[in-house]
């Protein structure tokens, strides 16, 4: 009896784990509408694309970019996390290649600046599992920059701008990865846009409250891969970050218990480390989103 019991464990264990490998690689677009527009503006549709953790072998996943194109977005964010590999860069051109010319903007996650490296999946839940680890590969990412700039998009770390689609001037304010304590929130500039849009890699408390409370209208993110591994009926376990797992993705108000204009699109992204990659209850994505 004993025995039967623990083959059964074992097989449904290593059913887990061949399935959370096949989930890891179902991309899938996530549509979400929102109505936050300023009255009299036509709809429009935005994508954030995040947590790509590129490869140059990851071509199911360059394909399933590229076909974003057909879905005619006007406009294109970029939420961090992009590479994996220093030699990952002309792969993550070829994805983006048909989206170029498309109004947008981007910010970085530490994974633009360095590559992963392995560590303790514990780690996620005991920090200090995660201590001493090897120094990382650095990735190429002042060349990710002006190739991304090229493609029209503009670099949104720690500063602010503004965009034009469909007529209409749109404010930006970004911030770099405030999961290693790059960000520093750009001082308040003047606009007379009437729609205004924030990205950040790690949607930390800190920054949501930031632009939250100068009035931005739609705030876009990554980070949290969703969660990654989820339990069927529970949810996340973690966020990698300091947002508590109900938000750890989706689309939702902020603050949380309030009535704001704010609105917080936090995508799962659509890859992992190379290390871990696994996904389970927590398909990867990209979102979009239809502002009306």
């Known amino acids: 009896m004993i025995r039967a019991v623990a083959a059964g464990i074992t097989a449904l264990g290593a059913g887990v784990a061949a399935w959370s490998l096949v989930e ?3 991309y899938q677009r996530s549509f979400y509408p929102l109505s936050i527009l300023p009255e009299g503006w ?40 992009q590479l994996s590999s220093s030699a990952s860069l002309p792969t993550l051109l070829r994805a983006l290649q048909p989206l170029a010319g498309i109004p947008g903007a981007f910010v970085y996650g530490s994974h633009d600046y360095h590559a992963p490296v392995w560590k303790n999946p514990l780690a996620y839940i005991i920090p200090p599992l995660g201590r001493d680890l090897p120094d990382p590969e650095d990735l190429p990412d002042e060349e990710m920059t002006a190739a991304l700039k090229d493609y029209g998009w503009v670099d949104l770390r720690n500063r602010r701008d503004e965009i034009t689609v469909r007529g209409h001037r749109i404010s930006l304010v970004g911030v770099d990865d405030p999961h290693i304590d790059l960000d520093v929130y750009p001082a308040p500039e003047e606009s007379t846009a009437d729609l205004a849009i924030g990205l950040t890699h790690a949607p930390y408390t800190r920054v949501l409250n930031a632009m939250a409370d100068e009035g931005v209208n739609l705030i876009m993110a990554g980070h949290t891969h969703g969660g990654q591994v989820c339990v069927p009926g ?8 300091d947002l508590d797992t109900y938000h ?12 704001g204009k704010t609105r917080v699109a936090i995508s799962r992204g659509l ?11 927590c398909r990867p994505e990209v979102q979009v989103i239809d502002l009306a």
């Open 24 to 26: 890891a690689r179902s």
């Open 42 to 81: 036509e709809p429009m549709r935005v994508i954030n694309i995040s947590d790509l953790h590129l490869l140059p072998g990851d071509g199911k996943k360059v394909e399933f970019v590229r076909d974003l194109a057909e879905l005619k977005p006007d406009a294109v964010f970029l939420t961090g996390d």
């Open 234 to 241: 529970y949810g996340a376990l973690v966020t990698n970050c």
């Open 248 to 259: 750890v993705s989706g689309v939702f108000p902020w603050p949380p218990a309030g009535n």
């Open 271 to 281: 890859g992992t480390s190379p290390y871990a990659p696994i996904r389970l209850a």
